[in-house]
């Protein structure tokens, strides 16, 4: 058996809790002193992070209300794994960082704006046929010229600029909506700043628009998640 996979039985073993007391204070004690068994420890649990965040995509979707299916080929995901699995969770450990980088944690929460029904806007998918598609350059052309452009125009041609990659124009365009009337929409454009913030590397700027998501609204649970993840990164 190669060193790796002897750690990382031992690991497996120590989180499900199978070790005897001696067995787990002498592996504590392990991790204090073997530099290896810890850094493959803390390894093992950014995998685990990463394997959790697999439902991460799938909660803010839900946050968009009514989605209209979109036709962009998503990302990939991980396979879902089991604490157990340790050859998979091995092979993870090849492409983790030492630290979690804010464009990983962008990755990470960044999911497209899926057009939703909100309460005061008509928004539908034949309203913005071109960012349905997937045709964002069109998309643009279409939004910037309105003279008198919704909230809901503005909130969809900051997403479409994330997706031309033009963020700090995207960043400018979200905070024209940060104090909106509709509380959906200033919720989106927040949270839709905070992502791009952390993308360009600004977290005093992620930070805040988080800060303000944090309680009492329809991304509070993430806010505080991600606030508590761009601490860990510094």
Request: charged fraction near 30%; avoid cysteine.
């Given at each position: 058996?190669?060193?790796?996979?002897?750690?990382?039985?031992?690991?497996?073993a120590?989180?499900?809790?199978?070790?005897d007391?001696?067995?787990?204070?002498?592996?504590?004690k392990?991790?204090?002193?073997?530099?290896?068994?810890?850094k493959?420890?803390?390894?093992?649990?950014?995998?685990?992070?990463?394997?959790?965040?697999?439902?991460?995509?799938?909660?803010?979707?839900e946050?968009?209300?009514?989605?209209?299916p979109?036709?962009?080929?998503?990302?990939?995901?991980?396979?879902?794994?089991?604490?157990?699995?340790?050859?998979?969770?091995?092979?993870?450990?090849?492409?983790?960082p030492?630290?979690q980088?804010?464009?990983?944690?962008y990755?990470?929460?960044?999911?497209?704006?899926?057009?939703?029904?909100?309460?005061?806007?008509?928004?539908?998918?034949?309203?913005?046929?071109?960012?349905?598609?997937?045709?964002?350059?069109?998309?643009?052309?279409?939004?910037?010229?309105?003279?008198e452009?919704?909230s809901?125009?503005?909130?969809?041609?900051?997403?479409?600029?994330?997706?031309?990659?033009?963020?700090?124009?995207?960043?400018?365009?979200?905070?024209?909506?940060?104090?909106?009337?509709?509380?959906q929409?200033?919720h989106?454009?927040?949270?839709?700043?905070?992502?791009?913030?952390?993308?360009?590397?600004?977290q005093?700027?992620?930070?805040?628009?988080?800060?303000?998501?944090?309680?009492?609204s329809?991304?509070?649970?993430?806010?505080?998640?991600?606030?508590?993840?761009?601490?860990?990164?510094?």
């Amino acid at each position: 058996m190669s060193k790796n996979q002897d750690h990382i039985e031992k690991i497996e073993a120590f989180l499900e809790g199978r070790l005897d007391p001696a067995g787990h204070t002498e592996f504590e004690k392990s991790l204090q002193s073997n530099e290896a068994l810890r850094k493959e420890y803390e390894n093992y649990q950014l995998a685990l992070k990463a394997i959790s965040n697999r439902g991460l995509k799938d909660r803010l979707n839900e946050i968009h209300h009514e989605v209209i299916p979109q036709k962009r080929k998503t990302r990939q995901w991980l396979i879902p794994l089991g604490i157990a699995a340790s050859v998979t969770i091995l092979s993870i450990f090849f492409f983790l960082p030492d630290e979690q980088s804010m464009d990983q944690l962008y990755d990470q929460y960044y999911v497209p704006l899926a057009i939703p029904n909100l309460r005061d806007s008509p928004a539908n998918d034949t309203q913005y046929p071109h960012y349905s598609a997937g045709e964002y350059q069109k998309a643009f052309d279409r939004l910037n010229r309105k003279i008198e452009p919704s909230s809901m125009d503005i909130l969809v041609l900051g997403n479409t600029l994330i997706e031309l990659k033009k963020y700090q124009e995207a960043i400018e365009i979200f905070s024209r909506l940060k104090n909106d009337p509709n509380t959906q929409i200033r919720h989106h454009a927040l949270w839709y700043s905070a992502i791009v913030n952390i993308k360009v590397g600004d977290q005093k700027a992620a930070i805040q628009d988080l800060d303000e998501l944090s309680s009492n609204s329809i991304y509070q649970r993430e806010a505080r998640e991600l606030i508590d993840r761009i601490g860990d990164s510094d």
